[in-house]
């Protein structure tokens, strides 16, 4: 991805922040529980998350008594994390691009990346988190990947409507199988010189949705958003339509999470 097209696309999270909060699923409990078995998460434990978003990552760290700093770049989407985290004396969002935040003097203990670690220009993403641990710490990379499962003949039916309304879309593209997905993050990690062996645990899990659950979660994703509005309601009304009239109103997406984690080499 351009820098020019991913600047782009990640500032369309920020245009609709209350619908994203709504429609965008959390991360599975076992991710938190592993997590803490790596990092002593806790009171005290001292927690980076880059790109927070509304909070979906941060409200449970902050639940467990750890002191976070969520630097989140759109300011409707820290307005709404602020609001979540209302409860959490500990947790603090700051508005700023992770590649220009000054760092504090004081290192943290993790440092977590939630769907957000592939918007950070790349050039800079490895050494940046580094820089903010201490040695030892842990930085930790959550992706999530829509793979095969659940409505399966669904998503292969939406496929034409995608060809159609968006000319970016691989003609003939079908999902992955979970086992067929690698771990970007785990490669970039070992060659940054800056951390030891990465580790990847993967979670899938199911989710359903009614029509109108699924229009509002495709309208949280940058290249739906992205779309001029004409291609864009075109394709939503096709997948509607779909939904209703061949699935009985609703539909099951199959996601995988996937976590990796490294320590900070001294």
Excluded at 39 to 53: H, M, Q
Excluded at 74 to 98: C, H, K, Q, S, T
Excluded at 210 to 239: K, M, N
Aim: hydrophobic letters at 40%; aromatic letters at 8%.
């Amino acid at each position: 991805m351009t820098d020019t097209r991913r600047e782009r696309l990640r500032a369309t999270f920020t245009e609709d922040a209350e619908l994203y909060d709504r429609a965008r699923p959390g991360y599975p409990r076992q991710l938190y529980e592993d997590l803490a078995g790596l990092s002593a998460l806790g009171p005290g434990c001292r927690v980076l998350e880059v790109g927070c978003g509304t909070g979906k990552a941060t409200v449970p760290l902050a639940a467990r008594g750890c002191r976070v700093t969520g630097v989140e770049l759109g300011a409707e989407m820290a307005r709404v994390a602020r609001r979540n985290l209302a409860a959490y004396p500990d947790a603090e969002v700051v508005v700023a691009a992770f590649e220009d935040w000054p760092l504090p003097a004081e290192p943290f203990d993790l440092v977590l990346a939630a769907t957000a670690f592939h918007w950070i220009d790349p050039a800079v993403r490895t050494a940046r988190a580094a820089d903010a641990l201490r040695p030892s710490g842990v930085l930790a990379v959550v992706s999530t990947h829509h793979v095969k499962g659940g409505s399966e003949e669904f998503f292969a039916r939406t496929q034409p409507l995608y060809e159609r309304f968006d000319p970016a879309t691989r003609p003939g593209l079908r999902l992955s199988p979970a086992e067929d997905i690698t771990s970007d993050a785990a490669a970039e990690l070992a060659v940054s010189g800056r951390f030891g062996p990465a580790a990847i645990r993967r979670y899938a899990w199911d989710l359903a949705y009614t029509t109108r659950e699924y229009l509002d979660v495709l309208l949280t994703y940058s290249g739906h958003r992205a779309l001029p509005a004409p291609a864009r309601e075109g394709l939503l009304a096709g997948i509607a339509d779909l939904i209703d009239n061949s699935y009985g109103g609703s539909i099951t997406k199959r996601y995988l999470t996937e976590l990796t984690t490294a320590e900070r080499l001294p």
